[in-house]
């Protein structure tokens, strides 16, 4: 699968996704239904029922999964009116995808979505019992998600444009890598510029980096921290931080932990390709 479609792929599920206040993710029937093409919510009803039942069958609790709730839906002219829905799990997803109309390409688009973040979760949870290259995967998903909440929280700080958040991200970096930007990591790593640093991350140089992001996005949020250059401070202490505990316990600097032959890319690609075949 290429990565161009990788990218398309996440777009169509990721944009309909939503967050609780908990943190959860879930996402709406009767917005799943138009992006699977349904016409009708009458006519996805039958497949939600379908994926309720395998859901009874697999021992999980179908309530936990699919949850009734009123959605708000646009129904043309800037009205809207409220019609009784489903909140979906990830799983409740992944099960009214693989009993969905397989003559729709967007059922396969999503079967391999929905399966490939299934995964994702599995590998968090297994972490301790993971290869090398499992633990990288599942270090990456989980960077991602916290540089979203990363990205919000600076943006909430006063780091609004694309080039002051790049200031911004290059901050967190120099202060973990001992002075070293994101310029210089390219270097030290052989990489191109079009090349993203956190894709050619050992798991242990990606926890760092987790870890780092995780506790910048806490304090900016707790200290209300306000203006672009104290977000970006704060950004930078924290990285120092990190490498200060780094040091304490005797462990390598980032900076000088091998580069993986395999980019998460490949990885990917390759978890994919799996899925897809399984």
Same mark, same amino acid.
Request: charged share 35%.
């Given at each position: ?176 890598? /001992?002075?070293?930007?994101?310029? %210089?990591? $390219?270097?030290?790593? &052989?990489? +191109?510029?079009? @090349?993203? *640093? ?28 306000? /203006?672009?250059?104290?977000?970006? %401070?704060? $950004?930078?202490?924290? &990285?120092? +931080?990190?490498? @200060?505990? *780094? ?32």
């Amino acid at each position: 699968m290429s990565e161009q479609r990788m990218e398309y792929r996440e777009a169509v599920f990721e944009n309909i996704k939503h967050v609780n206040e908990n943190g959860q993710e879930f996402w709406y029937a009767r917005e799943l239904q138009k992006t699977l093409e349904y016409t009708e919510f009458n006519k996805f009803l039958p497949v939600i029922k379908k994926a309720m039942k395998a859901c009874e069958q697999s021992g999980n609790d179908v309530e936990d999964h699919f949850a009734e709730v009123s959605e708000m839906v646009r129904i043309g002219s800037g009205v809207v009116r409220e019609f009784d829905s489903y909140e979906l799990s990830r799983y409740a997803c992944y099960l009214i995808v693989m009993n969905g109309d397989i003559r729709k390409k967007v059922i396969s688009l999503g079967q391999t979505y929905f399966a490939v973040k299934t995964r994702q979760q599995e590998l968090m949870e297994e972490y301790e019992n993971l290869d090398e290259d499992q633990k990288r995967l599942a270090v990456r998903n989980e960077m991602k998600e916290h540089n979203k909440s990363l990205a919000d929280a600076a943006k909430n700080a006063g780091v609004e444009k694309p080039s002051d958040y790049a200031v911004f991200q290059n901050r967190g970096y120099q202060g973990l890598y /001992g002075g070293l930007g994101v310029k %210089e990591i $390219h270097t030290r790593k &052989g990489l +191109k510029k079009s @090349q993203k *640093i956190l894709d050619h991350m050992g798991s242990t140089e990606l926890a760092a980096n987790l870890f780092r992001a995780t506790q910048t996005d806490e304090k900016l949020r707790r200290e209300q921290v306000k /203006g672009k250059g104290a977000a970006g %401070e704060v $950004h930078y202490e924290v &990285g120092k +931080k990190v490498r @200060q505990t *780094i040091a304490e316990l005797g462990g390598t600097m980032p900076e000088d932990l091998p580069t993986p032959r395999k980019s998460i890319k490949q990885i990917e690609r390759e978890e994919a390709k799996r899925l897809e075949q399984a």
